[in-house]
T-cell receptor, first 111, second 117 residues
Framework: EDKVVQSPLSLVVHEGDTVTLNCSYE??????LLWYKQEKKAPTFLFML????IEKKSGRLSSILDKKELFSILNITATQTGDSAVYLC???????????FGTGTSLTVIP | NAGVMQNPRHLVRRRGQEARLRCSPV?????VYWYRQLPEEGLKFMVY????????ESGMPKERFSAEFPKEGPSILRIQQVVRGDSAAYFC???????????????FGPGTRLTVT
C-alpha cells in the first residue's frame, strides 16, 4: 500500500531556530514529491522534487530528495512566527492520478 | 487571474440532508481533484475528474458520494444523506493536465468546511 509518513507530528521552536521536517514515502512507480504549507486555509505549494540530491531553495526554505532511501527533508532556517503552519508532503506516482499526502507536521514558532 | 474557487466556504447541514460543494478550477484547467481532510488527518484523495469524465474515483466512499465536472460550470461534489462523520474540510484542486516530466502541480482552492449537526 502506498503511503507517506511525516515526522515529527508537531514541533515547537523559538524564532530564529532552524528546523528540519522529515518525509518518508513508499509510492509505487514514484515520480515526484511535493511539499505544501497549510495555514488556516488551503495548502500552498512550496517545492516539487523529482531528482535525488538536488536541493531546491526558496528564501529560508530548502528541500532535498533521496530516492535511494525514499525520503525528503524540508529545512527552514531563521524561523519566524509566520512560518507557523502545517507542512504537508505528498508523493506522486508515475501512473494514476493520486497524490498520497502525509498527515503533516504542525510547526509552531514562538517569539 | 483567479485561482481555484470553492463555495460555499462553510456549510452546515443536518443529518440526512444533502450537501453540494462547488469548485471552479483555474481558468484553462481541465483537471479537477477532490480531497477530504478530517480533523487530525492528512488530505485524502477522493476523485479525479476531467471535463465530463470521472477518471479515478478510487478514494470515494461507495455510497452517498458522487462527483461531476460538466462541460459548462463548476465541478460538484455531492453528499447525500449526510452523517456526522462527513464533517470535514473538502478541498478541490485543479491542474492543467499531466505535464511532461512531472512538472505540473495542483492548485488548491480555499476549501469548504462541512459541519453536520
Amino acid at each position: 500500500e502506498d503511503k507517506v509518513v511525516q515526522s515529527p507530528l508537531s514541533l515547537v521552536v523559538h524564532e530564529g531556530d532552524t528546523v528540519t521536517l522529515n518525509c518518508s514515502y513508499e509510492v509505487t512507480n514514484f515520480r515526484s514529491l511535493l511539499w505544501y504549507k497549510q495555514e488556516k486555509k488551503a495548502p500552498t505549494f512550496l517545492f516539487m522534487l523529482t531528482s535525488s540530491g538536488i536541493e531546491k531553495k526558496s528564501g529560508r526554505l530548502s528541500s532535498i530528495l533521496d530516492k535511494k532511501e525514499l525520503f525528503s527533508i524540508l529545512n527552514i532556517t531563521a524561523t519566524q512566527t509566520g512560518d507557523s503552519a502545517v507542512y504537508l508532503c505528498a508523493g506522486r506516482p508515475n501512473t494514476g492520478n493520486q497524490f498520497y499526502f502525509g498527515t503533516g507536521t504542525s510547526l509552531t514558532v514562538i517569539p | 487571474n483567479a485561482g481555484v474557487m470553492q463555495n460555499p466556504r462553510h456549510l452546515v447541514r443536518r443529518r440526512g440532508q444533502e450537501a453540494r460543494l462547488r469548485c471552479s478550477p483555474v481558468k484553462g484547467h481541465s483537471h479537477v481533484y477532490w480531497y477530504r481532510q478530517l480533523p487530525e488527518e492528512g488530505l485524502k484523495f477522493m476523485v479525479y475528474l476531467q471535463k465530463e469524465n470521472i477518471i479515478d474515483e478510487s478514494g470515494m466512499p461507495k455510497e452517498r458520494f458522487s462527483a461531476e465536472f460538466p462541460k459548462e460550470g463548476p465541478s460538484i461534489l455531492r453528499i447525500q444523506q449526510v452523517v456526522r462523520g462527513d464533517s470535514a474540510a473538502y478541498f478541490c484542486a485543479s491542474s492543467p493536465g499531466l505535464g511532461q516530466g512531472g512538472t505540473y502541480e495542483q492548485y488548491f482552492g480555499p476549501g469548504t468546511r462541512l459541519t453536520v449537526t
